[in-house]
């Protein structure tokens, strides 16, 4: 069972009343729309184990920046923090049941969503604008244009962008016009539409998403997409 806490509303009780993790559910009742029941997780990555009562799991995470959910064992009295979200059944190490699981409540920043399988946090603009100023826009927010960097990811931004020309972080570089994101890394995934790239009038070096790819001039217009990284 997966139970979303909003680590904001929660700390404050927690820290007042010194409460232990299996309290949480109860603690946090007043704030029920906190919390929602998932099936199906995996605790397969670690970062800390610590044994309860005494030390409230919750609290441990919120402190914790690389810990995004954990699992608690009442009857162990066991934590097991994770720097993602996870999928599968909940075991523990001997493949026994009894693990509780809970996730922080994302808090992307306003007008963001936040997409729990990829654990990202997104944005989508419907204003017009070139791919510089694109960028200068998510970067005043926090955030960078949109990479991508699997097919799940692919998948995801077709859905979001419904057919709109959208810039995302891809752009050509150098003389040999090598196709690398804002951050410097070559793009190991890439699915450019037909004919693409075809660098028309050997102007075009930035890449806007168009069902799949396309190059266009970095001064064109169009929508885009800004993530923030958590």
């Not at 936040?114 to 946090?121: A, H, I, R």
């Not at 998510?138 to 799940?152: D, F, S, V």
């Amino acid at each position: 069972m997966t139970r979303v806490f909003n680590s904001l509303s929660c700390m404050i009780i927690f820290i007042g009343n010194s409460l232990y993790v299996d309290n949480l559910n109860s603690s946090c009742s007043k704030w029920e729309q906190d919390l929602d029941s998932v099936n199906n997780i995996d605790p397969s990555v670690s970062l800390w184990e610590r044994s309860c009562p005494n030390i409230d799991c919750a609290i441990l995470c919120d402190r914790d920046p690389s810990c995004w959910s954990f699992f608690h064992h009442p009857s162990l009295g066991k934590c097991l923090a994770s720097s993602s979200y996870k999928r599968g059944l909940p075991t523990d190490k001997a493949g026994q049941q009894g693990w509780t699981y809970y996730t922080k409540k994302q808090q992307c920043g306003e007008g963001y969503m936040f997409n729990q399988t990829l654990s990202l946090c997104y944005k989508l603009y419907s204003v017009s604008k070139t791919f510089d100023n694109a960028m200068i826009t998510c970067e005043a927010e926090g955030a960078k244009l949109m990479t991508i960097k699997n097919e799940a990811e692919f998948r995801f931004i077709q859905k979001v962008t419904k057919g709109a020309i959208t810039f995302i972080g891809l752009r050509a570089l150098g003389l040999n016009r090598e196709w690398k994101w804002w951050n410097g890394q070559s793009a190991s995934y890439i699915a450019w539409n037909i004919n693409q790239p075809d660098n028309w009038n050997g102007t075009e070096s930035c890449v806007v998403f168009y069902t799949q790819y396309s190059d266009v001039p970095c001064s064109s217009l169009g929508y885009f997409i800004c993530q923030k990284f958590i």
